[in-house]
């Protein structure tokens, strides 16, 4: 069974390459280059692979999602500028798709046993996301 969790967070990026000038940069990423940075609320959903325990009917129980979410997602991205606060992303372009193997990566240990992580999928808007569906812990 699967079961899913959203949270949401608002950050600004930048998605640009250093290695690039600013013509190349405008070319792939169009306005989002801009270096000064811009802001969306990121929604997140986190999807567990397990089945429910006899005795709770619950794969996992939620108040432990929630405060695995807000350790490794909310509290270390939210209200943060992205490329400058939050490592990976001062060398890694905080595409959604990047968002979402890093996400991944920091959610994955605490999924080891009963419980797998089964998918990552970061919106940056309503209608652009990006899914990942990692190697386990
Ligand atoms: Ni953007």
């Known amino acids: 069974m699967f079961v899913t969790r959203r949270v949401e967070f608002s950050a600004a990026h930048v998605c640009r390459r250093p290695d690039l000038d600013e013509e190349a940069n405008r ?21 567990l692979e397990g089945e429910p325990d006899p005795l709770t009917g619950m794969v996992l129980d939620l108040k432990q999602l929630k405060e695995i979410l807000r350790q490794e997602v909310v509290e270390p991205m939210d209200h943060r500028f992205l490329n400058a606060e939050v490592p990976p992303f001062d060398r890694v372009v905080p595409t959604p798709e990047n968002l979402a193997v890093e996400i991944w990566r920091r959610l994955t240990p605490h999924f080891n046993g009963r419980v797998r992580l089964h998918a990552v999928r970061v919106y940056e808007t309503e209608d652009l996301w990006a899914d990942y569906f990692g190697e386990s812990a």
């Open 27 to 47: 070319a792939l990423y169009g306005p989002a280059a801009n270096p000064h940075g811009h802001g969306h609320n990121f929604l997140v959903e986190v999807t």
